[in-house]
């Protein structure tokens, strides 16, 4: 991981959630990402997805909240329906950072016979 981490590419990493359990084996109701122990110190940001129920609007919605940013040290966002495209602008308008824009892979071209 850490190779393809080294390359100058945006990498995305998604981890499912597990419950916690205490000493005596009883779920504690609190989760943790699935992941190896070092991921999240691997890695520049970390999102913790969620689906929240909205009682005004009767919905559901989509909500990520921003528990680690590698660019400044106690930055914490929610942002509700989190794309690429999003997040790359919040990341540019709050840190003034820039991100690596997506490129198209290189096109096959048709070989003449």
Do not use: W
Not at 64 to 79: A, D, H, L, P, V
Not at 101 to 111: H, I, L, N, Q, T
């Amino acid at each position: 991981m850490l190779r393809l981490m080294a390359k100058p590419i945006n990498v995305v990493l998604i981890a499912q959630p597990i419950e916690v359990y205490d000493a005596q084996g009883h779920p504690t109701g609190t989760f943790r990402p699935r992941a190896q122990r070092q991921t999240a110190h691997m890695v520049d940001i970390v999102l913790h997805l969620k689906k929240e129920y909205d009682p005004t609007t009767k919905t559901y919605k989509y909500v990520s909240e921003m528990t680690k940013c590698r660019f400044q040290r106690g930055y914490n966002k929610t942002i509700e329906n989190v794309t690429y495209d999003k997040l790359v602008k919040i990341l540019k308008e709050d840190l003034g950072i820039t991100v690596l824009p997506v490129s198209e892979p290189p096109r096959k071209e048709a070989v003449k016979q």
